[in-house]
């Protein structure tokens, strides 16, 4: 048996006939951009984060990168982040021209929310977590209420996070504004690529609706030096199938991470762990191991591909060189980097794959 890290197409199987049908009655529609798809997308996707606003973009790194120019972050600013994050969230911050400023993880791979405090200074302006591998950052009430005391903004990187839950409330609820990819591989994944902001702010949504289209509000008329980062139809048209049976897939994947808590019993193997009052929703299933590469190389020989997520964290790497950071300066980071390995989970995994992989993990020694 051959297990590939993910297969996409058994996705598009599974609504195949709703896909089809929203593609051709999108193309015969006449409109393929900033049309009713993407108005209607907007509207459903709000009311399932359970915020006023949603706006769609082209892509998730866009909907970090032009929230903190919303929010006026620039040069000589700078912004909390984690220091394991995927390095899109980081190039948002460098990318406007702040400074990011790292802060150690906890663990459950998301940000140390104890050690927010202690990294605030004169020059920061916002926070970003990620709800990284889909598991939602805990105590998002306690993050929300330093933002407050510190005057800072709270920005959510729901990139991998769609529908996950702290204290029974949507992840992209709790901050000014939740950014989200639709890359293919996400759990709400579009056919390319795409992205959108939630908020509760009308003057935010505004602002990103404007911005999003080369700063226009009025045709030819420009505000501001905007860009053009526009969810087209056809991936609105799509995302709006897939939105809707999000429930079913999720379902999907909660049953096949029980699967690995339960089955894998490898005292070589460190196992995902849910934070007090978070509901997580499996975008990856990371596990730790001491002998990371063994483990991966032993897979490789029995068929099973993983991946790692992320081998090197950003303050290491060779794009970053000019912040100055050396081997050992965030070491929580860079243990995980070491260690952890993203197993196969993806919708229309059989219990045969998975039972699979579960009994070569097991049988993994070194
Ligand atoms: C945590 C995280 N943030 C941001 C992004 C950027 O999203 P995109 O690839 O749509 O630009 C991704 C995905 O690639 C991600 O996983």
Request: aromatic residues 10%.
């Amino acid at each position: 048996m051959k297990i590939q890290f993910n297969v996409l197409d058994r996705q598009y199987q599974k609504f195949q006939k709703e896909y089809d049908k929203a593609v051709l009655k999108t193309l015969r529609g006449g409109f393929y951009v900033l049309g009713p798809e993407v108005d209607s997308f907007e509207r459903e996707f709000a009311k399932f984060v359970g915020v006023k606003h949603c706006v769609g973009l082209a892509s998730g790194l866009d909907a970090l990168w032009i929230g903190l120019k919303v929010l006026g972050v620039g040069p000589g600013d700078s912004v909390l982040v984690q220091s394991n994050a995927y390095i899109a969230t980081v190039m948002a911050i460098t990318m406007v021209g702040a400074e990011p400023i790292f802060v150690e993880p906890d663990e459950n791979y998301n940000m140390n929310v104890d050690k927010i405090e202690e990294s605030i200074s004169n020059n920061t302006k916002a926070v970003i977590v990620t709800h990284l591998y889909g598991q939602p950052t805990s105590r998002m009430d306690f993050v929300q209420k330093i933002c407050k005391e510190h005057n800072l903004y709270l920005v959510e990187d729901c990139a991998q996070g769609h529908g996950s839950r702290y204290d029974g409330k949507m992840t992209g609820s709790f901050g000014d504004i939740g950014c989200f990819s639709f890359y293919p591989s996400k759990n709400l994944g579009c056919f390319g690529d795409g992205g959108a902001i939630t908020t509760n702010s009308e003057k935010i949504a505004n602002d990103f609706r404007v911005f999003r289209n080369y700063g226009s509000e009025k045709r030819y008329y420009n505000k501001v030096i905007g860009t053009n980062s526009r969810l087209d139809e056809l991936q609105a048209a799509l995302l709006r199938v897939k939105l809707k049976h999000l429930k079913e897939l999720q379902d999907e994947r909660d049953s096949l991470a029980k699967k690995y808590l339960e089955g894998i019993k490898n005292p070589l193997i460190k196992l995902p762990l849910i934070a007090d009052k978070c509901v997580p929703v499996w975008h990856l299933f990371v596990v730790r191991c001491e002998k990371r590469d063994e483990l991966i190389k032993y897979l490789e020989q029995n068929n099973i591909q993983a991946l790692i997520h992320y081998p090197v964290p950003p303050h290491l790497q060779e794009a970053y060189r000019d912040l100055g950071y050396k081997k050992g300066d965030f070491p929580i980071a860079e243990e995980y980097a070491n260690t952890v390995v993203s197993l196969p989970l993806y919708i229309g995994m059989t219990d045969e794959e998975i039972e699979y992989v579960i009994e070569v993990i097991n049988r993994f020694e070194v």
